[in-house]
C-alpha cells in the first residue's frame, strides 16, 4: 500500500495519501477529486566496495543539505 503526493487542481493543496487498491484519493480540503500526482522527494545511502576493496559511500539527499539529519551538515551524521 504506498503513500502518494499529490496536490489539488481546484485549491492547489498539496497532501499524501494511502492508496489501498483501486480507491481514489480525494482532496482533503475541497473533497475534489482532480488530483494531479507529484515526484516524491526520496533520499538514499547505497554502501559498496570500491576497487582494492576500501569502502565507498555514495549518497542522494531530496533537499541541499542531509536528508537524514537535521544539522544541516552531512558530516555530523557521517553521510559526507
Known sequence: M???EYQCNACQKEFEALVMGKN???CPSCSS???SRLMSKCGFVSKSSGPGGESQVTASSASSACGSCSS???A???MG
Open 24 to 26: 481514489a484519493p480525494v
Open 33 to 35: 477529486p482532480d488530483l
Open 2 to 4: 504506498p503513500i502518494y
Open 72 to 74: 544541516g551538515s552531512c
Open 76 to 78: 555530523t551524521c557521517g
